[in-house]
């Protein structure tokens, strides 16, 4: 089942940019979002009609200022690390350390907050899934392979286009690969962690991760298509292998009641770790490029220099994260007994 669901998750971003090539090849930007409305329409509507609940309700207070909180930290937190790359190039809306300190700070209140609330069960969000061993390590190695799937998505259009001179269709063709390969493999990937556990899939699959961002890192003004093709699919490949491991791993892990507050935990630090991930990547870029303009350098130069050590960095937090890789375990193996999830849940 995470296997089909990874589908969507993997896929969706992957073949975006071969879409809105598409779109923009023979329409203006504002097609996009025309083409999208429908589409969305669709799905509300879909929605509405057959998803039904299959699992017992039961009351639960709704607490405002964890809402009011959360959406400050998490809002301000991604708006912030959204905004740092336009901010290297003076282009911000706001000063970003402003959307961030916000961000911070209400971050601090929503976790006090949710401490306290948990001891009665009444959290919006309650962080004793962090308890679990598992679950932290699964959230951690999630947030590096989401910066790096976004980081690499928004950096490698920008050196298509600027650096080696390719239209918008151009760029969308050549990511398709990549994004055909992890929708392929999400349910043989699937069937292989029924079969092996995550370790066998999770440990290769990061060291795929880091080496296709190595070799990323040889991208340079006058580099063969067909390398970039083969080294995307390859990090699409240790992307393949990793995020639904992850994902099973990470809620697996968990005890019964903490499943809604894991799956909310996931989700969110997908959003965040994407944000931060694409703010690395751009800011390192941007920063780059502007000193290299500054020493006469081309813009094509500057671009694949930023471009070269924006990917640098994304190789060496992957390493890291394949050494991280060796805690995982299988839920199976690592699932909580009976005293060890009453600890979980214990209110203090």
């Known amino acids: 089942m995470m296997g089909v669901v990874s589908i969507v998750i993997a896929v969706a971003p992957a073949i975006g940019p071969t879409v809105s090539g598409v779109i923009l090849s023979v329409a203006d930007w504002r097609w996009i979002f025309w083409l999208v409305l429908p589409i969305s329409i669709l799905a509300l509507v879909l929605g509405a009609i057959f998803l039904r609940n299959v699992t017992k309700t039961h009351f639960v207070k709704f ?61 919006l969000l309650d962080l004793r899934t962090f308890r679990s061993r598992p679950f932290s390590i699964a959230v951690a190695l999630i947030a590096i392979v989401m910066a790096s799937l976004f980081g690499s998505l928004i950096l490698l259009p920008i050196y298509l286009q600027q650096v080696l001179g390719l239209n918008t269709l151009a760029v969308g063709l050549v990511l398709l690969p990549g994004g055909i390969l992890m929708g392929a493999m999400a349910p043989l990937v699937g069937s292989a962690f029924d079969r092996y556990g995550p370790t066998t899939l999770v440990i290769p699959g990061v060291m795929i991760v880091a080496g296709a961002l190595w070799g990323m890192t040889t991208f340079g003004a006058a580099t063969p298509v067909a390398w970039i093709i083969a080294v995307h699919a390859t990090l699409s490949i240790g992307l393949g292998l ?107």
């Open 63 to 123: 607490d405002v200022l964890s809402t009011v909180l959360s959406a400050f930290a998490f809002g301000g937190l991604i708006f912030g690390l959204s905004s740092v790359g336009e901010a290297a190039l003076g282009h911000a809306p706001v000063p970003v350390w402003i959307p961030i300190v916000v961000g911070t700070v209400a971050l601090i209140a929503f976790v006090l907050r949710q401490l306290q609330l948990q001891r009665t069960d009444a959290a």
């Open 242 to 348: 990793v995020l639904t491991p992850l994902l099973t791993s990470a809620l697996g892990s968990l005890p019964q009641p903490l499943y809604p507050h894991g799956s909310a935990i996931l989700r969110t630090v997908q959003q965040v770790a994407g944000a931060a991930g694409t703010a690395l990547f751009v800011t390192v870029m941007t920063v780059t490029a502007a000193a290299q303009s500054e020493l006469g350098a081309a813009p094509s130069t500057s671009t694949a220099a930023g471009v070269h050590n924006a990917l640098l960095i994304g190789a060496l937090v992957a390493t890291l994260g394949a050494l991280l890789a060796c805690f995982v375990r299988k839920p199976a193996d690592a699932s909580l007994s009976d005293q060890e999830s009453r600890t979980v849940l214990a209110p203090h």
